[in-house]
């Protein structure tokens, strides 16, 4: 079973966003992560918009923060968002950084891809949405590498085709689907075995 949905995307990303939010139902088993490449003064604007769009509850990320499904887990305008975990502890749990930008990314979709993938291998999912430059690109090739579901959005449907051309390049995507598709994409290869898993456990 996934156990977290990493997002990124950039130029045109807030559209993407509210298309790619509205198609996942509230019952939606895996929580998700999204890093969007903005300004620091969106942050007031930014999750009320996107709520409008979403059957699940959108929150900027905390330091610390335990990943709960049911839940979209925002990053903050100028923090990196990671995934930190493993051995040590007995969940994974996000953290954030101010270290310098990456890709002249702050938050970066790199080092989201990249722990998400470190912490949960087979058991994560990368999207790459619309957006103008490679951030994305080394982080998805870590998810594939360790064994993760890779996605991301035809170029054609994108406002801007760089990222998602960049990676498809790269030869590191399992699937490329329209921007309308991939919410339907998810739900069906996330749906729970019999039973449903829909609960606030941590994972």
Not at 141 to 160: F, L, M, W
Not at 163 to 182: E, Q, R
Request: glycine fraction near 8%; charge should be neutral; charged fraction near 20%.
């Amino acid at each position: 079973m996934f156990k977290l949905i990493v997002i990124g995307t950039s130029f045109g990303g807030l559209d993407a966003l509210q298309v790619l939010l509205k198609g996942l139902p509230k019952s939606f088993p895996v929580p998700v992560a999204i890093v969007l490449h903005r300004h620091k003064a969106s942050s007031d604007r930014l999750i009320p918009l996107l709520q409008d769009y979403s059957n699940l509850i959108l929150k900027e990320t905390q330091d610390k923060e335990d990943i709960v499904p049911g839940y979209v887990y925002l990053a903050p305008a100028s923090y990196h968002l990671l995934v930190e975990g493993g051995n040590t502890v007995p969940y994974p749990y996000f953290a954030l950084s101010t270290d310098a930008p990456i890709t002249y990314a702050q938050p970066s979709i790199d080092v989201l891809f990249e722990t998400a993938a470190d912490v949960y291998a087979q058991k994560v999912i990368g999207v790459l949405l619309t957006g103008a430059n490679h951030d994305g690109k080394q982080g998805l090739a870590r998810i594939k590498a360790r064994g993760g579901k890779t996605v991301v959005e035809d170029p054609s449907t994108a406002s801007c085709p760089t990222m998602p051309k960049a990676a498809i390049a790269a030869g590191i995507v399992d699937k490329i689907l329209p921007l309308i598709d991939i919410a339907n994409f998810l739900v069906k290869i996330c749906q729970c075995p019999s039973g449903g898993c829909r609960g606030t456990q941590k994972l």
